[in-house]
DNA sequence: CCGGGGCTTTGATCTAGATCAAACCGACGC
DNA sequence: GCGTCGGTTTGATCTAGATCAAAGCCCCGG
């Protein structure tokens, strides 16, 4: 079909449901024909999920994929005692699962009310295996999470908890809209003790560490989740 | 050439260099076609590096990929102020290097005596542009690594010192060499103050730890680097 | 045989962040 | 309007691990 050949000029047989998708531009669906998108649109279903839901359970078998939409995913590991550290967030339109493996090493759970394109295993574990640029597309995104995730030791395992805490907003502030490069004003899609499992302290400190930065006028918090940043720079100088 | 199919059952093709290698084995070049391998042994060199050689600095481009071949890499990332984290560990067979881009994130040092096998990045590229089994492998590495990372951020983050220090000891026991599962005995690839700067402590916290192992009859240590594991279930008990 | 330089161990003290405890705040159901 | 409940803040105290300090050990070179 000639018009594969143009698949962004318009999109008129993109379906309906893609056409304004995060992941259409951004995410993994950006690399595939339109009539690859209409094939795998006929498998997979957009779920709504409040937040605290289980996405997917450590060592559990998960039978589908997903796209995160819209909302925050968090990733997270537990030790037999109940220690528990969040290894990852995953924001749209970020690909969501462990490819190549039944099971996930990772608990998977709704940080705020998200939505989910989701695929199922065997669906896109075959369009992968017919489209080598969807699975370099998957690599891109698993090479960015190794980077994220080897910044993130470094602060987990070097920094002090007020630049932990500091190096947390600035890494939402980058994220959480994929529209913006630096936002300015956001609200926290974590609690303190989530944040507290992100950055390996105790919900305590993190609460200290954020009302000095309120004391230090780097941020205001109004109603305990939304921050605004006065100045990014210092923020960022923060983050050591 | 009918030989092709039947690769697994000799390697009379194979380049002599690569016969007994790891990464023929276990490694990204198991994926390769005889005809392939030997094309691509006329690009690449085996090189000698001593411990502590710098082989690939943060923000700097990066000439060549390589496999480990013998010994092992330490990744590291510095702040401004010179706190160390070390961000990963390569043994053999791992591939070496951060594909997709022209600059590395982290900083790539020989922790012993290396042996590596350098592969020019364009003629790697090529290579997995042509051959989607490559990218593949390579994926498949790419995302154990992640799941490596991502499990080395909850020792950061939520264990004890001496949890700490019995995790890397059992890493290394289930690393290092690569015909091994568990190995009972073996050689410290880094001094106490590297492996510090894989746990997020000081030397003397490491130090001490491993002083306490030894009291305890988990372990005994020779020269420094050279430990015997004593009880491997006791051990694995202490990473927590 | 002696001296110096890495690396490591061990000891004494200090402190960032944990832990324990109490109060606060806003939302919600009754 | 009032109690209660999840999440948060703030304060007092405690402790794991950092920091500071001093030997010790091993290897190498003279």
């Given at each position: 079909m000639a018009m594969d050949t143009r698949?962004?000029?318009?999109?008129?047989?993109?379906?309906v449901l893609c056409q304004s998708c995060e992941a259409r531009h951004n995410g993994m669906?950006?690399?595939?024909?339109p009539s690859e998108l209409v094939a795998l649109s006929k498998a997979t279903r957009v779920v709504k999920q409040p937040a605290g839901a289980e996405l997917a359970a450590e060592a559990e078998p998960v039978a589908s994929y997903a796209n995160v939409m819209r909302g925050v995913v968090k990733l997270t590991k537990t030790l037999e005692d109940g220690r528990q550290q969040i290894v990852g967030l995953q924001f749209a339109p970020d690909f969501l699962g462990r490819l190549?493996?039944?099971?996930?090493a990772v608990t998977a759970q709704a940080a705020s009310d998200v939505e989910l394109c989701r695929v199922p295993r065997a669906a896109l574990e075959r369009l992968i295996a017919e489209n080598p640029a969807l699975e370099h597309r998957l690599m891109q995104q698993t090479l960015r999470e190794l980077d994220e995730a080897r910044d993130w030791m470094v602060t987990l395992g070097r920094k002090t908890a007020a630049e932990k805490v500091a190096s947390f907003l600035y890494l939402i502030a980058t994220h959480?809209?994929?529209?913006?490069?630096?936002?300015r004003h956001f609200d926290l899609p974590l609690t303190r003790a989530d944040i507290a499992d992100f950055l390996g302290l105790t919900l305590e400190t993190v609460s200290r560490q954020l009302s000095k930065l309120r004391a230090d006028q780097v941020i205001a918090i109004a109603n305990n989740r939304h921050v605004d940043v006065f100045d990014m720079a210092r923020l960022k100088k923060r983050c050591g």
């Open positions: 698949k962004d000029i318009h999109n008129s047989e993109v379906p669906c950006g690399v595939l024909e190549f493996t039944q099971s996930s959480l809209d994929p529209s913006k490069e630096e936002a």
